[in-house]
């Protein structure tokens, strides 16, 4: 240990973040809504501003309320960011989001959902949040990855984790039986 140095740390709460996937349609659902936090990086000279946007593709996610247990977070956030109702779902993993400076954790992780209905713009009024829901290809998920339109970890970490997995995971929740689809 070194000398007493001071150093200020933001309390942020924890929460919890969801990536929702539907097996049967191969489909990922993904959100895009304006971010306070991304507007002013954006603005950095570390951001092209013609190419960056300040609304940023995300998976579901909200802050844990007191009495709430992560897994309550997300079923409740992807009802309200998406309208959507999940149904199997399984923790990934928990992370500091950025321990140099916050206290914040992140418990993510996947969960089962229909994508036959999925789509629109949600969210809560009282909240200001306006979110486009947007029904993608797996496929599509990853290139979005590879070519830098996303750009937030919480969404990163869980799309390259389900690039590596999605394949057991979608044979495990089809319980053995894996679609052939063909477009």
């Not at 996303?150 to 389900?162: D, E, V």
Request: hydrophobic share 45%.
């Amino acid at each position: 240990m070194g000398g007493e140095i001071s150093r200020e740390v933001v309390e942020r709460g924890h929460a919890a973040a969801c990536l929702l996937y539907d097996p049967d349609l191969h489909k990922l659902v993904l959100i895009e809504q304006f971010r306070p936090g991304a507007y002013g990086a954006l603005a950095s000279p570390w951001f092209d501003a013609r190419e960056d946007s300040p609304w940023i593709i995300e998976i579901v996610a909200g802050i844990i309320e007191d009495g709430e247990t992560p897994e309550q977070v997300v079923r409740r956030e992807a009802l309200e960011e998406a309208g959507l109702e999940i149904g199997r779902i399984e923790p990934l993993f928990h992370y500091l989001v950025s321990p140099g400076a916050m206290t914040e954790s992140m418990f993510v992780f996947c969960a089962r959902f229909d994508a036959s209905n999925a789509g629109g713009t949600h969210g809560l009024a009282a909240e200001g949040e306006d979110i486009r829901v947007l029904v993608i290809d797996v496929e599509e998920a990853f290139a979005m990855l590879d070519d830098g339109r996303i750009i937030n970890a919480m969404t990163i970490i869980p799309l390259q984790w389900f690039r590596a997995n999605h394949e057991a995971l979608r044979a495990r929740w089809l319980g053995g039986r894996v679609k052939i689809l063909i477009k």
